[in-house]
């Protein structure tokens, strides 16, 4: 990564063990920026949030800007981390 910046706001509860984890809570990026140029990789404007429950369900959205484009992404997972 040749340049990242954003803000990250969290709030989120570490527990379980170190052979299981277990992450609970939401987190958000806004204003994101990420640029790789090996790749020519520039996105902006990225706005995610995440969410994570007990059971290790977490859900994500968000959407983001590549050059003249727009890209949004919406997934889910279910226990499988």
Do not use: K, M
């Amino acid at each position: 990564i040749d340049g990242a910046r954003g803000r990250l706001q969290a709030d989120l509860t570490f527990g379980g063990t170190l052979a299981e984890p277990l992450v609970t809570g939401a987190a958000a990026i806004s204003g994101g920026e990420v640029t790789y140029f090996p790749l020519g990789l520039a996105l902006t404007d990225i706005n995610v949030e995440g969410r994570f429950d007990e059971n290790r369900h977490v859900d994500l959205g968000g959407t983001f800007r590549a050059g003249e484009g727009y890209g949004e992404i919406t997934t889910t997972t279910r226990g499988s981390w």
